[in-house]
């Protein structure tokens, strides 16, 4: 068991050690697709959370994934992954539709968290499936200012994709990660429909949780810690394959 007094490299050569030999026993099992049944050893992020005063929320993220993947997952810049093609493409580019679609009543009604409103457009036939020149959608919106029932209304009943990005190359996690609350609700819908979300980055190499105020970061580790099992069994095995690093064997993640 790691102790938690012990400070420096060494403690993070341990950490990382452990993580990469429990993640390649965890391997073994994940031939084709995470097996929602199996029992994950958690015993190296458990020893994280037990010392998470030194430990940042995107580093626990990490870590966590390592120990149900079987590898350690490298961040990806989102922009790299946005073609035009919205068959075979992972981010969409923005349409002239997507641009046509966002009308100043559909943004006013989101502005204001005007819920019936929203729905009235919906049911008169307005897509809500929309975004600005920049590439700013609707949920980028609804995510930022933390509005939980109206994301879950665009996900649950609209169907909206949360995999979006703006110029900037941030998704909608960016977005809810960069409020000043911390809006569980609003994240934990975004990662239980793509957990992948978390490992993309905007152009400037930032992934989601970098965006959460260091005040929040225990509450955002403990938050990821209660979810875990939730989280991986809402991962898709093929999906989280773009983030192995090809050749680099036990190269350690930043």
Known sequence: MINCVERG??????????????????????????????????????DLFRCSFEVDPDSFMK??????????????????YQTSNKETTFFPSVSSDDIANYTSDV???????????LKKLHKSGK???????????????????????????LLEEVEVSVRIIDDSGRNPLHDALWNSNCNFDVVSMLIYRDPSLLLFSDKRGHSPFTYARKEHWRK???????????????VQKETMEIFRVPDEGNAIVN
């Open 127 to 153: 897509t809500l499936s929309c975004c600005n020149p920049f590439g700013e959608s609707m949920l980028h919106m609804v995510c930022r200012r933390g509005y939980s029932e109206m994301l879950s209304f």
């Open 9 to 46: 490299p060494g403690l993070n050569e341990v950490r990382h050690s452990n993580c990469l030999t429990l993640a390649k026993q965890t391997q073994e099992h994940n031939e084709n697709e995470i097996d929602r049944k199996q029992i994950i050893n958690w015993t190296c992020l458990n």
């Open 220 to 234: 955002w580790i403990e938050f990821l810690w209660d979810r875990k099992d939730r989280i991986i069994a809402s």
């Open 107 to 117: 943004v006013a009604a989101a502005r204001s968290n005007d819920l019936s409103t």
């Open 63 to 80: 870590h966590m994934f390592t120990s149900c993947l079987g590898f350690q997952p490298c961040i990806k810049e989102s922009l790299q």
